[in-house]
């Protein structure tokens, strides 16, 4: 019985925490934020030097054939460094796809690409969890049309993992004929999303599994999702204390005063257990299949719920410096509101967990 | 991530289920929660002993069953248990905060005089710390002993004494060294609930039950030697025991209980033709508790493996109290919701539901947020200890204790 990370996990997590530490500082996250294309090559290099990029891919197409969990353990400190890197879409569920659902052609060929950094690989599932304004893929007969909304880890993709409205997973080449990406610029400058209209584009189906692949691909992103945003609450709640520890008014650290220590400790309270939560839907996602939905839903709306209130109270904490640009604590902010909307806002992603349970009345 | 407890305890599991399988028809019922136990409830606990399944690690001089410390038998027996829905060993003042102190801090002759009767239900105890004056701030209590005779004489008033009624003895905080600065001037006393100058009045609370008294000492008489710990220890003495408190009011099993309960309840109430369940409000809400339950859960899970290996719990564990009171709670104020108007019958009405215990439990456990250390005193210790944030100034440590145990006696004639 050990619940916790192993001593590999550990020695991961202190390894990625010092390659964005030295190589993505708050300044170079201001530069990227600043440029069309936010993603920076140079951590996305570092973090690949680390195997980073072949973490999900399977050890005989050339990567480390990791778990969910280790993925977690990277993507709360990509939250914590707010680091502008693709990863979700790119480094886990491109991966988990080509690996659950495609050939062994679209195998042999991706995987050990995107182990080696070669290749990155955008994923476009939105519209199986809500449709809005109107956008949807239908395919037929190896041709996409329509519009996929939010498209993740967008620029630079090679190609993009597509959703049709039937749950199938399509793989389309950045390049081809009929598809036109169009970026989306969000609150979050330090991820990258867009949109891809498809007319007639020409696309590999992978498996028709009615939709399995698609709805493991949710859990996960789910999961690395609730992790970005536990590091990010993470960094916002040392920052409220740091803060709260060196600014003094009316003669005192502000840290003393009960209204501002107890703001810090109820950012505390309600955060760490969400990190138990995040572990143990990392650990269910490979290890209790049966669970690993219903519990990637908790992990996804309760860590969204418990972050808003982080990031609201720590800016808060921090007065008027906040809530200007002087600190950046807004890239934190950001962040942990991207991580809230994307894949399912909670009260969608609670609606799924009833209907998982099978509480939701058919009438 | 390892979440098997490995094969030897699967073993020991295996053992837990046929005990339980073979003697659970000598249990007693479950709601047999009496402050002074039935004799079967004792017959129940003494057998339980015997197995080891409670009293477990105590040594066998004492009336345990002495066991070496195993973090996850003692898991594994409560979630036996609480899976076959039967109750396990007594649990009450005397022996999750007296017996823990006494192991600790007693002398051998006390270990050997009160744990194995307390153990068995034979003596019941009620503890004596807060007073009108020293809630939160508890060192600040005034209740006094000064010494005549050979004998303690103690005069003052406690409060928030659940059981006092039927307690046999008493573990009662009172200030020996009226000159000694606050925490240094207090003694940890034992002596019996039927020693003359004792009154014992319930405090009804809102739930309209008197769960807890006040009692009020006149001239009470204590031998000298009846102390656990020396004179003046006595608040060091006492925090050994209120860390058990607050490990004692944090179970995870116990939240996910009331939220299968809630669950049960949501799907058996109507509103109209449709289940309460089926409205997407109150199933949202259902939901967002869940995952809360299920975060505590798994939090529960890392503070025990940190246990295991030896470390410490750090803030897993500092934040274990607030949050799952709050949490039981919101549990019941759900399950309020979720009845509608049927949600405010209590008092045994007619349409009653459950004997009114959601609302008993929304209301008791408000109390529960505020007893055994407040939420906002949860928040300061979260802070100080768990965050390291500056420290309230604190006029308590320069400051002298103020009044003479002489002031006492009037103090009390106010409080009447």
Known sequence: MDFGLSQDQQMLRDAVSRCLADTSPLSHVRECAERDNPLSDQVLRALNDLGVAGMLVPEEHGGLGMTLLDAAVVAEQLGYAVAPVPFLASQVLAPIALRDAGNEEQKAHWLPKIASGEARIGVAISETIEVRDGAGVSSAAGKLNGTALFALDFEGADAHIVADSGGRLHLVGAKASGLKAIALTTIDRTRSVGELRFDGAEAEPLADDGGVATARLRDAGRVILAADSLGAGQAMIEKAIDYAGQREQFGRLIGSFQAVKHMCAEMAARHEPCRSLVWYAAHAFDAVPNEASLVACHAKSHTAEVHRFVARTSTEVHGGMGFTDLLGLHYWFKRIGFDRQVLGGPEVVRAEAAALQGWTNAA | ?416
């Open chain 2, 1 to 416: 991530m390892d979440l098997n407890y490995g094969p030897e305890y699967d073993v020991f599991r295996k053992q837990v289920r046929a005990f339980i399988e073979a003697h659970s028809h000598l249990a007693p019922p479950s709601a047999d929660r009496a402050a002074r136990p039935s004799s079967k409830a004792v017959e129940w606990q003494k057998l339980l002993i015997e197995h080891g399944y409670t009293a477990r690690t105590i040594p066998q001089e004492y009336g345990g069953y002495g066991a070496e410390p195993d973090i996850l038998q003692s898991r594994i027996i409560a979630e036996e248990f609480a899976r076959a829905r039967v109750p396990g060993g007594l649990s009450n003042q005397g022996i999750s905060m007296f017996v823990p102190t006494l192991l600790e801090l007693g002398t051998e002759e006390q270990k050997r005089r009160w744990i194995e009767p307390t153990l068995k239900g034979d003596v019941v105890w009620c503890q004596g710390y807060s007073e009108p004056g020293a809630g939160s701030d508890l060192a600040n209590l005034k209740t006094s002993a000064h010494i005549e005779n050979g004998e303690f004489v103690i005069n003052g008033q406690k409060i928030w004494t659940s059981t006092a009624k039927q307690a046999d003895m008493i573990f009662c905080l009172v200030r020996t060294e009226p000159d000694a600065p606050k925490h240094g001037g207090i003694s940890y006393l034992i002596f019996s609930m039927d020693t003359p100058g004792i009154e014992v009045r319930p405090l009804k609370t809102m739930t309209g039950h008197a769960e807890f008294n006040e009692t009020f000492f006149t001239d009470v008489r204590v031998p000298v030697d009846q102390i656990v710990g020396q004179r003046g220890q006595g608040w060091f003495v006492a925090n050994a025991t209120l860390g058990h408190e607050r490990g004692m009011l944090g179970d995870p099993d116990a939240l996910e209980n009331r939220l299968q309960a809630l669950i049960g309840l949501m799907q058996e109430e109507r509103l109209g033709q449709a289940r309460a369940i089926d409205n997407p409000v109150l199933r949202d809400r259902l939901v967002a508790l869940q995952a809360e339950v299920a975060a505590m859960k798994y939090n529960g899970m890392r503070v025990l493996s940190n246990s295991l290996r030896g470390e410490p719990g750090g803030m897993a564990k500092l934040i274990v109290k607030l949050q799952s009171c709050e949490l039981a709670h919101q549990i019941s104020a759900l399950a309020i919701d979720a009845m509608g108007e049927l949600g405010i019958l209590y008092h045994n009405s007619p349409r009653e539901r459950h004997g009114g215990a959601w609302q008993w439990n929304y209301m008791f456990q408000l109390g529960l947020i505020i007893g055994g250390g407040t939420a906002q005193i949860q928040k300061n210790i979260i802070a100080e200890r768990g965050l390291e944030m500056p420290r309230e100034p604190n006029p308590a440590k320069t400051s002298n204790v103020g009044p003479k145990a002489s002031d006492m006696a009037s103090q009390k004639q106010g409080a009447n």
